[in-house]
Nanobody, 117 residues
Framework: VQLQASGGGLVQAGGSLTLSCAAS????????MGWYRQAPGKQRELVAR???????DYADSVKGRSTISRDNAKNTMSLQIDALKPEDTAVYYC????????????WGKGTQVTVSS
């Protein structure tokens, strides 16, 4: 499985951005797709994830101002974050994880998001 992420960049506080991720490979059904982020000096943390059935989870820090979506037919996922804050600055990583057999856990290359105040 390969993941191709796009959409990072420099954004002013209060603005919005959309991160996209495209997955290629087989057996992508029943897999969670999600975005994680890692700020300097901090551990990688979950931002949002979505199951193949459309169930979503959001970190409290982005809940209410972000939307994750997925197109199973195209194996793509998007995350829109509104009302960006400087503390959203981090490297964002796309992830796909399948917890039923055959299990797998893949990461895309990170994309930098910088929010200026």
């Amino acid at each position: 499985v390969q993941l191709q992420a796009s959409g990072g960049g420099l954004v002013q506080a209060g603005g919005s951005l959309t991160l996209s991720c495209a997955a290629s490979g087989s057996t992508l059904s029943s897999a969670y797709m999600g975005w994680y982020r890692q700020a300097p000096g901090k551990q990688r943390e979950l931002v949002a994830r979505i199951s193949s059935g459309g169930t979503t989870d959001y970190a409290d820090s982005v809940k209410g101002r972000s939307t994750i979506s997925r197109d199973n037919a195209k194996n793509t996922m998007s995350l829109q974050i509104d009302a960006l804050k400087p503390e959203d600055t981090a490297v964002y990583y796309c992830n796909i994880r399948r917890i039923v057999t055959p299990t797998f856990n893949y990461w895309g290359k990170g994309t930098q998001v910088t929010v200026s105040s």
